[in-house]
């Protein structure tokens, strides 16, 4: 068993119960999921791949994953700033697929 599928199953398991699904497309998870596990590596947390950790965990609280804009993020738009997360309605077609903005502030940015 690789660290990514781990990694899926241990996520899998905790955010599917609160609603939060994989993104359906397979290799957008893996990249994500990859990403997740060099940024763990890298910075002791799993800071959001999309978007660039200063390395300092307290600065980047917010953009630990799931990020804090997570839950915002899917009940407006049907998925998650990356895409890792998103509603069953967004999966299975029945809203929109958008972009999300980003919603984190300049000033928690590097």
Same mark, same amino acid.
């Given at each position: 068993?690789? #660290? ?7 996520? !899998? ?10 993104? !359906?497309?397979?290799? @957008?998870? @893996? ?6 596990? +060099? &940024?763990? @590596? ?13 390395? &300092? !965990?307290?600065? #980047?609280? #917010? ?8 839950? @915002? ?17 967004? &999966?299975?077609?029945? +809203?929109?697929?958008?972009?999300? $903005?980003?919603?984190?502030? $300049?000033?928690?940015?590097?």
């Amino acid at each position: 068993m690789t #660290d990514i599928t781990k990694l899926r199953e241990t996520l !899998r398991g905790i955010q599917e119960p609160m609603g939060y699904f994989f993104n !359906r497309n397979e290799e @957008q998870v @893996q990249s994500l999921l990859h990403g997740l596990l +060099i &940024n763990r @590596q890298r910075y002791n947390y799993m800071s959001c791949p999309c978007r660039l950790a200063s390395g &300092n !965990r307290d600065k #980047d609280r #917010d953009i630990i994953c799931p990020c804090y804009y997570r839950k @915002q993020d899917v009940a407006e738009y049907g998925s998650c700033y990356c895409g890792l997360y998103v509603s069953s309605e967004w &999966n299975e077609e029945k +809203i929109t697929h958008q972009r999300v $903005p980003e919603r984190r502030p $300049p000033t928690n940015k590097r």
